[in-house]
């Protein structure tokens, strides 16, 4: 079984910064590939940005290239997301999730997920 546990959120001024964390128990981390969705009030979850087992892969969502950045300690079995520049529009509940196997940004190629975390921007 598979636990991730995110934390980090939290409320910010527009402009601000935040940086999230996603801690995963197990010996498996390093072999999966992981991603960031988020889903704001009355709207489907979403894709954010996702980070291959070994780092060198990386995509981002449109809204969120150049201002947020994902990375992850393997030796940790911790993944991140860095977040600046933040807009009220970022307002949302941010989870975490392990990749079934292909590479997907879609919420249903991701089979483990955490219990969220609230990060809310003010204007």
């Known amino acids: 079984q598979v636990q991730l546990v995110e934390s980090g959120g939290g409320l910010v001024q527009a402009g601000g910064s935040l940086r999230l964390s996603c801690a995963a128990s197990?010996?498996?981390?390093?072999?999966?590939?992981m991603g960031w969705f988020r889903q704001a009030p009355g709207k489907e979850r979403e894709f954010v940005a996702a980070?291959?087992?070994?780092?060198?892969?990386?995509t981002y969502a449109d809204s969120v290239k150049g201002r947020f950045t994902i990375s992850r300690d393997n030796a940790k079995n911790t993944m991140y997301l860095q977040m600046n520049s933040l807009k009220p529009e970022d307002t949302a509940v941010y989870y975490c999730?392990?990749?079934?196997?292909?590479?997907?940004?879609?919420?249903?190629?991701?089979?483990?997920w955490g219990q969220g975390t609230q990060v809310t921007i003010s204007s």
């Open positions: 197990g010996r498996t981390f390093s072999g999966y590939d």
């Open positions: 999730a392990r990749q079934r196997g292909l590479w997907s940004t879609e919420t249903s190629e991701y089979d483990y």
């Open positions: 980070i291959s087992r070994n780092g060198y892969r990386i």
